[in-house]
C-alpha cells in the first residue's frame, strides 16, 4: 500500500522558515518523482516543487524560486522541502505526491497534508 506522511506544518511569521518532509513508503522509492504541491483557501492546488529520486533532478514553480529547496533522502524513503523567506501568500495546506514515474511529477497517490499558515 501506497502512504505519504506528511510533517513539518506550523505558524511562523513572514520571513521566517519551515521544513517539511514527506515519508514515503509502499513502493520502490527510487523509481519515482514525489512532488509538493498546494492549496490555499479558495484556490485550486497548484505544483510547487518535484524531484527525480533517481538523479536528483528538481523542478520549482516560479513563485518558489530562490526561496524553497527540495532534496531526497533516499536512505530514508524522504523528501523534505526547505522553505525559506516565507510570505503571507505561501499559506496553504500543503501535499507530498508520488509522481507517475522517475521524471513524471503527475501525481497519482496523495498524503494528507499539512498546514503552513505564514502571519504577516
Known amino acids: 500500500e501506497v502512504q505519504l506522511v506528511e510533517s513539518g506544518g506550523g505558524l511562523v511569521q513572514a520571513g521566517g522558515s519551515l521544513r517539511l518532509s514527506c515519508a514515503a513508503s509502499?513502493?520502490?522509492?527510487?523509481?519515482?518523482?514525489i512532488g509538493w504541491f498546494r492549496q490555499a483557501p479558495g484556490k485550486e492546488r497548484e505544483g510547487v516543487s518535484c524531484?527525480?529520486?533517481?538523479?536528483?533532478?528538481?523542478y520549482y514553480a516560479d513563485s518558489v524560486k530562490g526561496r524553497f529547496t527540495i532534496s531526497s533522502d533516499n536512505a530514508k524513503n524522504t523528501v523534505y522541502l526547505q522553505m525559506n523567506s516565507l510570505k503571507p501568500e505561501d499559506t496553504a495546506v500543503y501535499y507530498c505526491?508520488?509522481?507517475?514515474?522517475?521524471?513524471?511529477?503527475?501525481?497519482?497517490?496523495w498524503g494528507q497534508g499539512t498546514q503552513v499558515t505564514v502571519s504577516s
Open positions: 509502499g513502493f520502490t522509492f527510487d523509481d519515482y518523482a
Open positions: 524531484i527525480s529520486s533517481s538523479d536528483g533532478l528538481t
Open positions: 505526491a508520488k509522481g507517475s514515474s522517475a521524471y513524471g511529477c503527475v501525481p497519482d497517490y
